[in-house]
């Protein structure tokens, strides 16, 4: 939710004009909803899974995030330039700003989305962190 704010924010602000230090709270409030969904996101996606296969779902969670950076930045640069261009700074926020405003609908989009993720499970300290669980050894092998 922070994220979106903060894009939000700078598509609001946005001209040629800004003084870049009129940019650093904004910056600064979609950094920390970046760093704060980011984490707790991976931490969901290798808790929902058995320990075994806990490599894979970190890769196919590693392998997706990067997909989906590729088809925003893909979207995004569609948007800006639909929008704008580069011809002078007044063209350039002709399209910035609607590209942004995109980005923190994404944003929206994901934090909202992820409020029906399930939580950890009832009655199971460990659930969600598998570092924590270690493979029981085998000891009829021996």
Known sequence: MLQAIGLAWIGLIAAPDLAYSE???????????ASLAIPPAASAVVGAVAHDDVGKAAGANSMLRELGGVFGIALLVSVFAGAGGYASAEIFSDGFVPAIAVAAALSLAAAITGMWLPGRREGDPDAGDPAVRAPEPDRQAR
């Open 23 to 33: 940019l650093i709270l904004p910056l600064v409030i979609t950094g920390v909803g």
